[in-house]
């Protein structure tokens, strides 16, 4: 019999995790009350300290910032722009080509 991975919301591991820090309750105890595993809670717990409120974006996905995402943007739009410009150098030498 299989066992099926249990997916949990940005908001559900949110509220969890901001609960488990304001309880005066353990990790254990929190994640008891909420019918999830302790591990989970723990790492959820240690993502939220590290990203704040960036963290668990879900499905391999990043929460970016608007300057990062704006930064990601540029980068891309930079790499399709040299590339037009090295296809046009091509076209440019073969047409101009003397025969």
Not at 65 to 80: A, H, W
């Amino acid at each position: 019999m299989e066992k099926k991975k249990r997916q949990y919301t940005q908001e559900f591991k949110k509220e969890a995790v901001e609960y488990s820090l304001s309880s005066e309750k353990t990790t254990e105890e929190v994640a008891r009350d909420l019918g999830i595993s302790p591990h989970n809670l723990s790492r959820w717990r240690r993502e939220y300290r590290k990203c704040g409120e960036l963290s668990f974006p879900g499905h391999g996905k990043e929460n970016l910032t608007p300057q990062e995402e704006e930064n990601r943007r540029l980068k891309k739009e930079l790499t399709d722009t040299q590339i037009e410009r090295d296809i046009l150098k091509k076209a440019l030498a073969i047409f101009t080509k003397k025969r």
